[in-house]
Structures are given as C-alpha cells and as structure tokens.
C-alpha cells in the first residue's frame, strides 16, 4: 500500500508544474503607471505645465514654500528670546503660511489629476486591446492589478510592456 502511495505522491508533485503552466502564467499591472509614463501622457503633462496659470501657481508655491522655510528658520533661531506672546504670533504666522501653501498645492495637483484623467479616459479603449495582445501572446492565465496585490517580484509586472505597447499605438499623436 506504501509503495502506491508513494507513487501516487510522485506522480501529482510532477503533474501539478505540467498543470499550472497549462493555465497560463501570472502577471500583474498597473494601469495608471503604464498610461501616465507614456510619450504622450508626458507630452500632455508638459502641457499642462506650460499653461499660464499652472506657471502662475507653481511660482506662487515656489515663493511661499521659500517663505515658510525662512518663517521656520527665524522662529528656530529666536524662539529662546521671544516672548510668549511672539511665539504665539509666529505660529501664527506660520500656520497661516501653511495653509497658503497647501491651497496652491493642492491647486496644482487638481491640474494634474484633471489632465491625468482625461488621458485615463482617452488611452482606455487602447489600454484593453494592449492588454489583450499581452495575454494572448505572453500566455498569461490570471492577469491582477498591481494595487490589488500585497507583493509581486518585478518579473511579474507588464507595466512596461503595456507602456510600450501604448507608446507604439500612440507614436505621433
């Protein structure tokens, strides 16, 4: 009876391999890196960046980032001689700053986000048909976004691929 076990055991530890690359392999992607690190979601970008407000903000956040860090400098420097009085007004002053900061900040990545989006939207038709050639052709049997997934090693990621893919889809646009 031992010696049908055992050959039982040996021929489903060598069967099971044979089983799962019949299903297809593994991968994992992640959809928005693959579309926002394409030729044309950088073009798109740039864009944006060139745009007369975005400059505008993005001066504003340069200036005001550059004030605070002076305002944290100075009350580093003075807090040990100043009154309890002074303190209480540079925090103010420093909260205040702050909260400039983060609405210019938060300015510029609603930019961002909106143009990144659009580009979502548009690249997504494209997206499945590159996914699709990518699991025909790689024989891909479970195909997970990245986000979903607690770890993968890198050799399962078609980031690059589907970013490829677009690039070639997208060449001159």
């Known amino acids: 009876m031992s ?17 799962a690359m019949a299903q297809g392999r593994i991968a ?3 959809l928005q890196e693959a579309i926002l690190q394409t030729d044309l979601a950088q073009k798109r970008l740039e864009e944006v960046y060139n745009q007369d407000d975005f400059k505008a903000d993005k001066a504003e956040f340069d200036q005001l980032k ?3 860090d ?4 100075k009350f580093q420097k003075d807090s040990a001689v100043m009154s309890q009085d002074q303190q209480a007004g540079m925090r103010q002053k420093l909260a205040s700053k702050q909260s400039d900061l983060e609405h210019v900040a938060g300015k510029l990545k609603q930019a961002e986000a909106a143009a990144g989006q659009a580009l979502l939207q548009e ?3 494209k997206v499945q048909d590159v996914l699709r050639d990518l699991i025909a052709s790689e024989g891909i049997g479970l195909l997970m976004r990245q986000e979903a997934v607690i770890h993968a090693d890198a050799g399962y990621s078609i980031t690059a691929k589907v970013t490829d893919k677009l690039n070639q889809l997208t060449a001159g646009k």
């Not at 010696?3 to 089983?19: C, I």
């Open 66 to 68: 550059k004030e605070l």
């Open 123 to 125: 690249m997504s038709p």
């Open 3 to 19: 010696k049908l076990l055992k050959a039982l055991v040996t021929t489903l530890a060598l069967t099971m391999p044979v089983m």
């Open 28 to 30: 994992v992607v992640n």
């Open 70 to 73: 002076d305002l944290v400098k």
